[in-house]
Nanobody, 125 residues
Framework: QVQLVESGGGLVQVGGSLRLSCVAS???????IGWFRQAPGKERDFVAG????????YYANSVKGRFTISRDNAENTVYLEMNSLKPEDTAAYYC???????????????????WGQGTQVTVSS
């Protein structure tokens, strides 16, 4: 069983930065940890993922070059550093865990089994 808790959301101006954190109850051997976001009336979309063991990262095209995902294995924490924020980045952000022993880099919400409660990011213009 996996428990995830996100934090770090808030209100930020266009062009600003935020760092989101996701703290896990266990270590994630053979897992990937992903960040998703969901705006009002929209579907929950993949943002970024990182493999727990190797730290291999991958991103949605919409955030490449602006967001950075990383993990601190010792603290069971995954981070999402968000830079050059845009109004369209406004959403509830969720971290999630997916079992991925073969390195298939899941990016669909249905591929993830454990979810945090979310943290709101609002970018004002």
């Amino acid at each position: 069983q996996v428990q995830l808790v996100e934090s770090g959301g808030g209100l930020v101006q266009v062009g600003g930065s935020l760092r989101l954190s996701c703290v896990a109850s266990i270590t994630f051997n053979y897992y990937v940890i992903g960040w998703f976001r969901q705006a009002p009336g929209k579907e929950r979309d993949f943002v970024a993922g990182v493999t727990w063991n190797g730290g291999r990262v991958y991103y949605a095209n919409s955030v490449k070059g602006r967001f950075t995902i990383s993990r601190d294995n010792a603290e069971n924490t995954v981070y999402l550093e968000m830079n050059s924020l845009k109004p369209e980045d406004t959403a509830a952000y969720y971290c999630a865990a997916a079992f991925d022993p073969f390195g298939r880099r899941p990016s669909r919400s249905t591929e993830y089994n454990s979810w945090g409660q979310g943290t709101q990011v609002t970018v004002s213009s």
